[in-house]
């Protein structure tokens, strides 16, 4: 029997809540012996560490560092190795751009073309306003090709997200960029017999976008890659009988969880702000996501203070999260990132998992952090089975066989 | 996505050295409390394990008792189960023969053959040195069957290996071995069709052999089994993008290593030759498999206190490997060898791995040993993912996905 099979199978519905809080990068290295997690003054963590079942999750494998998209595929319960999230898709995604089933998203780079060669990728690391008028602009000019419907949205600096929106479309596309500069722009060539009528289209596209940016110096060409279709994930209310919400800040985040099912809530900028949006809505669903991103941020960028700081900052907040008495309460990382890095790690997560039905060390006593987790009562464990743990934790799994 | 191309596609190559020493049969069972590596006074291990992170790994899986060869395979990250090594080819690597690609090898007896039935497998166990007799006597008279050369190595007392080369050779052909006495040889039978070349040139070798060893006596027949050819193993540099060399004192370890791309460096027979080769190559490659064989011999014993005495001795020399100050040094066995058990075991494998990006525990003070491993910060793991573990903590492994 498959995962999904099992699942689906077992899998039922009921009114127990459970919150998931990923804290983004939340796992560390330590400084003077003690990790980020270890170094904060986390009294609230603490004192439900002492009540909960901690361990350390692996995201993908063992010593295998995940970008955000598998990361977050494993938390809510998908094999980050069996469902793959195209680079285009992600891009999309970190724009807030949706992709409906069937369309095929690209990223998109505004580049300097000379003598037919690729001069500058980038066009000089144009300005975002300077994007947005040239994609506002071209937006105007190219509505439709063949029947195909193309959408344009801005990015940051020369990065753009291309949208096709029409029947028979393929993502099966090679990249229309050479990935270096002194080389000509391919043209967009189809893997299969039946990605030709949409690499007819991107190459009308790329043909009809160099004739009108020819005034628009340094910018005078495009740049496609990552073509790529929503992958064909089963959502959770399919998969585990779940009505789930999303509350974060970021666009990528939000899009993962739109990419799984998960209706995203409106909120704020603020930790306190996702926070008010949980009480909100908390009778709403019976599956929150809520995710807290500078934790990561600061740990990109090196800063272990900053990143500590962040961590305390969500334990002063966690009382008004417990204060909602959810059936199962689940702190954790999508990663590790450590400052020590300065970038996502391979390291597995701290994992704390709250309910009536757990396990925790009798003598416990030392909080919230990867040494304990690492002696936790939990063990260590694949991330893509924390969903399952969720679930059973809030009696949402019936018995497998008699 | 396979493990294979998983790690194709994020493995990169960079300067940092890996260190991975195995003390074969390490693990062990306690004796008055202590197993044999919690007996060696081991300061030097014990100071690294401070600064390490320490696990337990299932060599095959939890219960599974290894063979050096998946032992070894799951050390250099293969999986065990899915590349299988023929008895043939490990019996050839033992006596340090090496098996090109295509060429098919077999395990020999030097038999007594009676009124056309066998009557001793062994041929009373003669002599190694009357084997090497026989083995050079047959050489000069078999070189070439049908277009097949024919090359023919001496083992100990009544075994040899045989090394068919030639083309269209196929290893699917039947032991030509009743297993037992007071039965006939068996011909060689292909089980396919494209093995019926292999089988004549193997029943016109055993037809010859017969006549030519008539004189012999107790020798005047061959039994021939286990028919293999060399697995086809993706080298470590096209799986992991490795340079990887290999000190070990014995030739079927010197065989292991060559079977997945390792270059095998000469070196001498106690542990000191051996760091010394380390130190010697230490600018030529970036990953050193380093194999001490004499925990594992002791174990087979049964000799409790002479394991704890090579423990004891390799710690003396650590100093030496850790002067070179690898990037990553980890130190664990390949399987258990209990001198309780006189054998191979089930028992995972105690690990330490250092690098300047772990989690060691902050209390610890238990050393390197079984049960400090058993709560260390790796937790317990399939050692095959000790490979990725390794080149992660080399920052040799992009990230995956983004």
Redesign the interface.
């Known amino acids: 029997m498959s995962r999904e099979e099992l699942f689906k199978n077992i899998a039922v519905q009921n009114d127990r809540k459970i919150v998931l809080v990923v804290l983004d990068g939340l796992g560390g ?2 400084v003077a ?3 980020e997690l ?1 170094t904060a003054k986390t009294p609230n963590l603490d004192s439900l560490a002492a009540r909960s079942e901690l361990g ?1 999750s692996h995201p ?12 977050h595929l494993s938390l809510f319960g998908y094999d ?2 069996r469902y ?2 195209g ?1 285009g898709i ?1 891009e999309a995604l970190g724009i807030g751009v949706e992709v409906g089933a069937g369309e095929v998203t690209c990223r998109g780079n505004f580049a300097t073309i000379s003598d037919g060669l690729v001069s500058d990728r980038r066009a000089g690391r144009i300005s975002s306003e300077r994007n947005s008028e040239i994609i506002v602009f071209l937006k105007d000019k190219i509505k439709e090709i063949d029947g195909v419907k193309i959408s344009l949205y801005s990015g940051e600096e020369h990065r753009f997200v291309l949208v096709l929106q029409g029947q028979g479309l393929d993502d099966r596309i090679a990249d229309v960029d050479p990935g270096i500069v002194g080389k000509p722009v391919p043209d967009a060539a189809a893997e299969f017999e039946s990605g030709h009528k949409t690499a007819r289209v991107v190459n009308e596209f790329v043909v009809r976008a160099r004739d009108l940016l020819a005034s628009f110096h340094p910018v005078n060409g495009v740049l496609l890659r990552g073509f790529a279709k929503s992958p064909d994930i089963p959502s959770m209310a399919e998969l585990f009988k779940l009505r789930p919400a999303a509350i974060a800040t970021y666009p990528m985040y939000r899009g993962l969880a739109r990419l799984v099912g998960m209706t995203v809530l409106p909120t704020g900028k603020t930790m306190a702000a996702e926070i008010e949006t949980l009480r909100q809505h908390y009778g709403d669903f019976d599956f929150f996501f809520l995710h807290v991103k500078k934790t990561d941020s600061w740990g990109e960028d090196g800063n272990f203070d900053a990143k500590v700081k962040v961590i305390e900052e969500f334990d002063t907040l966690l009382p008004e999260i417990t204060a909602l008495n959810p059936d199962v309460l689940v702190v954790t990382g999508d990663h590790s990132t ?1 400052a ?2 300065a ?6 997560n701290p994992v704390l998992l709250h309910s009536p039905f757990v396990r925790p060390k009798p003598e416990a006593s030392a909080g919230f952090g ?2 304990a987790c ?2 936790g009562t939990l ?2 464990f694949q991330a893509v089975d924390l969903m399952p743990l969720m679930l059973a934790n809030a009696l949402k799994l019936k018995k497998y066989g008699a």
């Open positions: 290295l330590p012996g003690l990790s270890e350390l993908v494998g063992i010593g295998i560092t995940p970008g955000s998209g598998p990361a980050p190795l793959d999230i680079r992600l450590p020590q890095l970038g996502h790690s391979w390291h597995p990867e040494s690492a002696v063990g260590f």
